[in-house]
């Protein structure tokens, strides 16, 4: 599982749960609070659930530089570079590690775009 810390989560200028095509995050009914009905409740599950499978990847151990895919089909790789991890793409780092019964958690300081 690849896991971006919290504060990676905070910076993105759309949250896990909204749609990024939707320009306007979720519909709003004309007034500040959000309208949740079961359309949009179903749209924020989905888009939870992708953002999620973007960071899943269901081989273990991994080689460095050798490409994986993600559970959404995502390619990704790490390589080593000044003795610290990097998972591409977009060149993030891994911030910690730790070894999992099925597995492994690598916590990012970043997210899967």
Do not use: C
């Not at 320009?23 to 309208?35: H, I, M, N, S, Y």
């Not at 949740?36 to 990847?57: C, Q």
């Not at 895919?69 to 000044?82: A, F, H, I």
């Not at 099925?102 to 775009?113: C, K, R, Y």
Request: aromatic share 8%; glycine share 8%; no cysteine.
């Amino acid at each position: 599982m690849l896991v971006p810390r919290n504060s990676a989560l905070q910076t993105l200028p759309r949250k896990p749960w909204e749609d990024k095509n939707d320009k306007d995050g979720l519909r709003r009914d004309g007034k500040e609070d959000l309208v949740w009905d079961k359309e949009v409740e179903d749209k924020a599950r989905k888009n939870v659930e992708d953002f999620v499978a973007g960071h899943v990847i269901t081989r273990y151990p991994i080689e460095e530089a050798k490409k994986l895919d993600t559970l959404s089909g995502t390619q990704v790789e790490y390589r080593v570079k000044g003795g610290d991890k990097y998972v591409y793409p977009g060149e993030i780092k891994v911030l910690g590690e730790r070894e999992a019964a099925n597995g492994a958690i690598w916590v990012l300081d970043g997210v899967i775009e």
